[in-house]
């Protein structure tokens, strides 16, 4: 399975379009924070043999939940952005909305590892 990722572009689009719906402060606090967060999967990608979707989806959010990289609304874009990705790769996500944001708070609050996220997102996940 070929796996198609967001790029900082994309991201930024996600954070841009929350921001609209529900407000919130503008801002990145610096591109190349957004590069690095991005960057952890592609060195997971391309050293440590990551090819699973779901793997792929929880280092996703960790990196956008945890990496504080927008002024405002780093969970929510976190969130957004690994449902986004899901959809991409031809998967939805089954939770219902509270039970995504309370997993997501956990994960920036670092409550819970990649791993617990990957099997929750497993379990959450449906094939479109």
């Given at each position: 399975m070929n796996i198609i990722f967001l790029s900082i572009e994309d991201v930024i689009d996600i954070h841009e379009d929350i921001l609209k719906s529900?407000?919130?402060?503008?801002?990145?606090?610096?591109?190349g924070m957004l590069e690095s967060a991005l960057k952890r999967i592609d060195f997971h990608?391309?050293?440590m043999g990551?090819?699973?979707l779901f793997e792929t989806a929880a280092l996703?959010?960790?990196?956008?939940?945890?990496?504080h990289?927008?002024?405002d609304g780093n969970k929510r874009t976190a969130l957004v952005s690994m449902y986004n990705f899901l959809i991409l790769n031809g998967y939805k996500l089954t939770a219902s909305e509270t039970e995504a944001e309370d997993?997501?708070?956990d994960v920036a609050q670092k409550k819970i590892s990649s791993e617990?996220?990957?099997?929750?997102?497993?379990?959450h996940s449906q094939k479109n």
């Open positions: 529900y407000g919130g402060l503008e801002g990145l606090r610096e591109i990608k391309n050293y990551l090819t699973d996703l959010a960790q990196a956008l939940a945890q990496g990289v927008f002024v997993m997501i708070v617990k996220l990957t099997a929750w997102l497993r379990k």
